[in-house]
């Protein structure tokens, strides 16, 4: 895989990319603690099929640059996801596949700028409609206790004590099982440096910090209360350890019509990782209908 540089939003996104130049974007977004590293089995096959597969680092996450604005909340995400399609050339039957954080803000990216992406590909998060309150179910909120750990101040001290264990716990907890070393190593070499590290915490700050005061921001993260018009594709797995298959609700009624729901047996939160045969299948059926 190629290692390119592009910049969108005065950022400088740092990216891995396959396939044909000329092929449709098939834009690949990573979540939290994972890297671009984390589509290393689905982009050559995406390559394979056409699409010119470009998985970037998210903002703050080297190689990329560290926002100095200091935004993280999911509007501002989205906008990011919607800049890097102008700027990589994508037209209108680009692609945008998100995992975790990378759902989070592919839920608002592709409903706040519909005409960018043909189709959608989510997992591990869910639309926020489809959980209601089982968000805050007492299994959920023990499996989520790290959110609220990572407002205190004490939360870049605790990750990265002892090499950054913590990084390799929840690796072990998300996916009991998997041996998650490989990605956890990419991961620790993305947020090595504090500044880095406080990046990829501050997204989760955002969650619970103040609305953002930024218009164009708080636009696109107002997009997420409706569902993105595209037919979409949501992957879960069954043993998944931070998002419990018991509180994703009725996610196809949250999603516009033609999308999916597919629960992944025998995986856990990364599922695209533990399974790619199967995970990278319904993937590419799905973008070929």
């Not at 037209?91 to 990216?109: F, N, Q, R």
Request: net charge negative; proline share 7%; charged share 20%.
């Amino acid at each position: 895989m190629d290692l390119q540089t592009v910049n969108a939003r005065g950022l400088d996104f740092t990216y891995l990319e396959m396939g044909p130049a000329d092929g449709p974007l098939a834009l690949c977004l990573h979540g939290f603690p994972d890297t671009a590293h984390t589509w290393r089995h689905l982009m050559p096959q995406l390559a394979d099929a056409g699409y010119r597969a470009v998985a970037p680092f998210l903002r703050g996450y080297a190689p990329t640059s560290v926002p100095t604005d200091g935004r993280y909340d999911t509007g501002t995400l989205a906008l990011d996801a919607c800049a890097l399609h102008e700027a990589l050339g994508g037209g209108s039957d680009a692609v945008i596949i998100g995992h975790d954080w990378g759902a989070l803000l592919t839920y608002p990216a592709a409903a706040h700028e519909p005409d960018r992406w043909r189709r959608v590909v989510t997992a591990a998060v869910p639309p926020p409609a489809s959980m209601g309150f089982g968000f805050f179910d007492y299994e959920q909120l023990r499996r989520s206790w790290y959110i609220f750990f990572f407002q205190t101040p004490l939360a870049e001290f605790a990750v990265s004590l002892e090499e950054y264990a913590f990084i390799d716990k929840l690796w072990e907890a998300w996916s009991p099982g998997y041996d998650g070393s490989w990605d956890a190593a990419r991961v620790k070499e993305a947020l090595a440096d504090e500044a880095n590290l406080t990046a990829a915490i501050g997204y989760y700050r955002a969650m619970l910090g103040d609305p953002t005061d930024d218009p164009a921001a708080a636009a696109a993260a107002a997009s997420a209360e409706v569902a993105p018009p595209q037919p979409t594709l949501y992957l879960h797995g069954a043993q998944d350890g931070c998002m419990g298959i018991d509180v994703i609700g009725p996610v196809t009624d949250h999603l516009s019509a033609g999308s999916e729901l597919v629960v992944v047996e025998g995986t856990g939160h990364f599922l695209h990782l533990e399974d790619p045969d199967t995970v990278n299948g319904h993937i590419l059926r799905f973008l070929a209908d």
